[in-house]
C-alpha cells in the first residue's frame, strides 16, 4: 500500500523483471531474478494495472498466446483457460473480439492470463479494482484458494477492505522507501488511542466545523456520509456528533468503529509528510 | 498448422493481419494501384524499377516500424517481454513475419509488372526475391527505428532520414552509375540489387548477375537482421 508515487507499480515491475533495480537482487524459487530473468518470468504471473491486449483478437486468442507464450502445452493452456473462462464468467464471451469487452472483462481476462500458466508468484497490480462486485468476491475466492496451494502473491493496492481481508503482511511505501510492514493485526494495534467515528448522513454538509473538534485528526467525505479519525478521548464521540448536527448535518446513522488500515494509512502517510517537513 | 488462437508472436500477427478485412483489403489493392499502372505506361523503365523499388521500401520499412511503435505505446508489447520469450526471438518473428506480409501484398502488383514486361524467368525470379530481401532490409531499418521512438509519426520522420541516402547510394533516380566511394556504398546496399534485378526485367542492361542477386543480398540481410535482434532487449524494456 502507498499514496499515490509511493513506488508500488514500480516495485511490482523490478519484481517482474521489466525493470533492473538500482541495486539490490531478489530471488524467486531460489532463482536470481537478475541473472536469469526469463526462468523468473516463467514462474511469475502478473496483472499490469492498466492491461491491454489485442484488440482485435478475441479473449480467448489473447488468453492463448499468453498461456503459450508460458510454456505450456496445447491440451494444458485448453484446459486452464477453460477452466478459468468459466471462473471468471467470461466463456460466454471468449470468442468475442476484446475491443467489444467492458474495462472490467478486460480487468477478468487479464487475471485469466495471469493465472493460466500456474505462477508460483502472482504479482497483482490494482487488480480487483474495476470488477463488479460478484467478480470481486470470485477474485477474493481465487487469490484464498491460491495461498492455500502455496503460491506466493504480491498485491500492489489502495483498496483498504481487500488488502484487510486477503493479505498476510502489509507493507507501506512512501517515496519508494518502505515505512512499516506487519500483519494487518499487528499494524492496527500499533496505533493506539484511535477512534474511527463513520457518520451517514441525509444531506452533504460543509464539514469545516467538525474538523475544529478538539482530538479530529481527519474528516474524510464519502458521498454525503463522513468519516472522522480522531483522538481515543472520553466524550470525543459527543463533539462530533455535535460538530456534524452544527454543520446542519442531519445524522440517520453513527457508527464508532476500531481502526482499520485505513486509518493506519492515514497515520503513516502523514508521519512521513511530517517527517520530510 | 494451426494459427488462430495463436500460439507464436507471428502467428498472432498473421492472424491480426487476416481479421482486419476493410485494412486486408486496402493493403492488397493500393501497391497494385500504384505498380499496376506505371508498369503499363510507356514512362522510361529505369524510373519504372524506381517506383517498384521505392514502394518495397515504404512498405517495409513502415510495416514493422508503425506496428511496433504502436503495440509499444499500448504497452502489450511490454507484457508480451515479460513471458519467458526470449526479446530476440520476438523481434526475429516481427521482421520474418512483417517482410512475408508485406512481400504477400505486393506479389500481385509484381506479377501484373512481370505480365506487361515480360522477361527471362531468372531475372523475374531474382527481381521477385531481390523484392523479398529489401522487404527484410526494410523492416530491419523499421525495427531499428522504433528502439528510438514510440511514436507511428516519428517513424516515418526517421524512415525519410535513413532511407533518402540508401535510395541515392542504391542509384534509383541519380547516381545511375556510381563510381569511387559511392560504388563501394552501393554494393552494401539491398536495394541495389532489387533495382538492378528490376530493370534487367524492363529490358535495361544491368552488369549485375542474377546469382548476385540472389547471394549478396541475403549475406547482407543475415548480417542486418542479426544486428538488429540484438536490440531486442532494448526495444522491448520499458519506456520510462
Known amino acids: 500500500m502507498g499514496p499515490n508515487g509511493s513506488g508500488k507499480s514500480t516495485l511490482l515491475r523490478v519484481l517482474s523483471t521489466a525493470l533492473r533495480p538500482d541495486s539490490g537482487a531478489f530471488r524467486v524459487g531460489g532463482t536470481d531474478s537478475l541473472k536469469s530473468p526469463r526462468?523468473?518470468?516463467?514462474?511469475?504471473?502478473?496483472?499490469?494495472?492498466?492491461?491491454?491486449?489485442?484488440?482485435?483478437?478475441?479473449?480467448?486468442?489473447?488468453?492463448?498466446?499468453?498461456?503459450?507464450?508460458?510454456?505450456?502445452?496445447?491440451?494444458?493452456?485448453?484446459?486452464?483457460?477453460?477452466?478459468?473462462?468459466?471462473?471468471?464468467?467470461?466463456?460466454?464471451?471468449?470468442?468475442?473480439?476484446?475491443?467489444?469487452?467492458?474495462?472490467?472483462?478486460?480487468?477478468?481476462?487479464?487475471?485469466?492470463?495471469?493465472?493460466?500458466?500456474?505462477?508460483?508468484?502472482?504479482?497483482?497490480?490494482?487488480?480487483?479494482?474495476?470488477?463488479?462486485?460478484?467478480?470481486?468476491?470470485?477474485?477474493?475466492?481465487?487469490?484464498?484458494?491460491?495461498?492455500?496451494?502455496?503460491?506466493?502473491?504480491?498485491?500492489?493496492?489502495?483498496?483498504?477492505?481487500?488488502?484487510?481481508?486477503?493479505?498476510?503482511?502489509?507493507?507501506?511505501?512512501?517515496?519508494?522507501?518502505?515505512?512499516?510492514?506487519?500483519?494487518?493485526?499487528?499494524?492496527?494495534?500499533?496505533?493506539?488511542?484511535?477512534?474511527?467515528?463513520?457518520?451517514?448522513?441525509?444531506?452533504?454538509?460543509?464539514?469545516?466545523?467538525?474538523?475544529?473538534?478538539?482530538?479530529?485528526?481527519?474528516?474524510?467525505?464519502?458521498?454525503?456520509?463522513?468519516?472522522?479519525?480522531?483522538?481515543?478521548?472520553?466524550?470525543?464521540?459527543?463533539?462530533?456528533?455535535?460538530?456534524?448536527?452544527?454543520?446542519?448535518?442531519?445524522?440517520?446513522?453513527?457508527?464508532?468503529?476500531?481502526?482499520?488500515?485505513?486509518?493506519?494509512?492515514?497515520?503513516?502517510?502523514?508521519?512521513?509528510?511530517?517527517?520530510?517537513? | 498448422m494451426k494459427v488462430n488462437p495463436p500460439d507464436a508472436y507471428w502467428k498472432k500477427d498473421v492472424t491480426l493481419f487476416f481479421s482486419r478485412r476493410f485494412a486486408l483489403v486496402i493493403k492488397m489493392v493500393y501497391p497494385l494501384a500504384i505498380i499496376g499502372p506505371v508498369a503499363a505506361s510507356g514512362i522510361p523503365e529505369q524510373y519504372k524499377a524506381a517506383v517498384i523499388g521505392i514502394v518495397a521500401i515504404m512498405a517495409g520499412t513502415f510495416g514493422s516500424g508503425e506496428s511496433l511503435t504502436s503495440d509499444l505505446n499500448d504497452g502489450i508489447l511490454g507484457r508480451v517481454a515479460l513471458t519467458p520469450i526470449r526479446p530476440q526471438r520476438i523481434v526475429f518473428e516481427v521482421l520474418a513475419v512483417n517482410a512475408l506480409l508485406d512481400f504477400l501484398q505486393l506479389l500481385p502488383a509484381l506479377l501484373v509488372a512481370y505480365l506487361f514486361n515480360l522477361a527471362p524467368a531468372v531475372w523475374m525470379l531474382a527481381a521477385t526475391f531481390a523484392v523479398f530481401t529489401t522487404l527484410v532490409a526494410a523492416n530491419c531499418i523499421g525495427v531499428f527505428i522504433a528502439n528510438f521512438t514510440t511514436s507511428p509519426a516519428d517513424v516515418l520522420l526517421y524512415a525519410t532520414a535513413i532511407l533518402f541516402p540508401l535510395i541515392y547510394v542504391s542509384g534509383f533516380f541519380r547516381n545511375q552509375d556510381p563510381s569511387g566511394l559511392s560504388a563501394a556504398l552501393r554494393d552494401f546496399v539491398p536495394f541495389a540489387y532489387m533495382n538492378d534485378a528490376l530493370k534487367a526485367v524492363f529490358g535495361l542492361a544491368t552488369p549485375t548477375t542474377p546469382l548476385e542477386v540472389f547471394v549478396y543480398p541475403t549475406l547482407i540481410c543475415v548480417v542486418v537482421i542479426f544486428a538488429v535482434c540484438l536490440t531486442g532487449p532494448k526495444l522491448l524494456s520499458p519506456r520510462m
Open chain 1, 39 to 277: 526462468v523468473v518470468r516463467a514462474q511469475t504471473g502478473l496483472m499490469v494495472d492498466r492491461p491491454t491486449h489485442y484488440g482485435d483478437l478475441s479473449g480467448w486468442a489473447n488468453a492463448y498466446f499468453f498461456a503459450r507464450a508460458y510454456g505450456m502445452a496445447e491440451e494444458k493452456a485448453e484446459a486452464s483457460l477453460t477452466e478459468l473462462f468459466d471462473y471468471f464468467d467470461l466463456a460466454e464471451y471468449r470468442d468475442d473480439k476484446v475491443k467489444t469487452y467492458s474495462y472490467g472483462m478486460g480487468k477478468k481476462l487479464a487475471l485469466i492470463e495471469a493465472l493460466a500458466h500456474g505462477p508460483r508468484l502472482l504479482l497483482l497490480d490494482e487488480a480487483s479494482l474495476g470488477l463488479d462486485y460478484t467478480s470481486q468476491l470470485a477474485y477474493q475466492r481465487k487469490i484464498r484458494d491460491l495461498k492455500e496451494s502455496g503460491v506466493a502473491i504480491l498485491l500492489g493496492s489502495n483498496q483498504v477492505d481487500e488488502v484487510e481481508s486477503l493479505c498476510d503482511r502489509v507493507a507501506f511505501l512512501h517515496r519508494g522507501r518502505l515505512i512499516q510492514e506487519g500483519s494487518p493485526e499487528e499494524l492496527i494495534s500499533s496505533i493506539k488511542g484511535v477512534r474511527r467515528i463513520e457518520a451517514a448522513l441525509r444531506n452533504p454538509v460543509g464539514y469545516g466545523a467538525v474538523e475544529e473538534v478538539p482530538g479530529v485528526a481527519r474528516v474524510v467525505p464519502e458521498g454525503r456520509n463522513l468519516v472522522v479519525h480522531c483522538e481515543d478521548r472520553p466524550g470525543i464521540v459527543a463533539d462530533v456528533v455535535a460538530g456534524v448536527v452544527n454543520a446542519g448535518g442531519d445524522i440517520t446513522d453513527l457508527a464508532v468503529r476500531r481502526p482499520n488500515l485505513e486509518d493506519v494509512y492515514v497515520k503513516l502517510t502523514g508521519e512521513a509528510l511530517l517527517n520530510e517537513g
